[in-house]
């Protein structure tokens, strides 16, 4: 069996100040990937910086030839959530108590996929 993979990743700078505004990082294996994460800087939320990133992101997936787009979000995270249903990800599956919480508690990991290309 012969497989390969490989990391697609996209950050967001702020033109002025240089600073980092946010990140997302995928890595593709044959027509698949997986979003392995994306984050915003917490004092620029709000403000498009996520869909931008993402949209900028699929892009270049479909240009990979990403056929499918897969990731893993914690139930709770409502933010996330939102994010991923405005792009069209729809859920596939749930791993019960997935996450290990700070406070000791599980949390349950749902599994989304996207349609790319
Ligand atoms: C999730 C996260 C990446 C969103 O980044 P962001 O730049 O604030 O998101 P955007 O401003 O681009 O929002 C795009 C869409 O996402 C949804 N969304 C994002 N934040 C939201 C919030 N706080 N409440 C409700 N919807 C939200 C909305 O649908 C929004 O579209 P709208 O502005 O038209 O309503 C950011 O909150 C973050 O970094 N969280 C911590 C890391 C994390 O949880 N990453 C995901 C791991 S699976």
Redesign the pocket.
């Known amino acids: 069996m012969a497989t390969s993979s490989n990391i697609s990743a996209l950050s967001a700078i702020d033109d002025r100040s240089g600073d980092l505004l ?1 990140f997302v990082i995928s890595r593709i294996v044959m027509d698949e990937a997986e979003v392995l ?4 800087a917490i004092d ?9 990133l993402l949209e900028t992101h699929l892009s270049e997936l479909a240009m990979e030839r990403v056929r499918r787009l897969f ?1 893993e ?1 914690e139930e709770g ?4 959530r ?2 991923y249903q ?1 792009f069209g990800f729809v859920e596939k599956g749930r791993r019960d108590g997935y996450y290990r919480k700070a406070d000791g508690s599980r949390a349950s990991a749902l599994i989304m996929q996207k349609d790319v290309i």
């Open positions: 946010g994460t994306i984050a915003v620029r939320r709000r403000r498009g910086v996520a869909a931008t990731l979000v995270n409502a933010n996330a939102a994010l405005k």
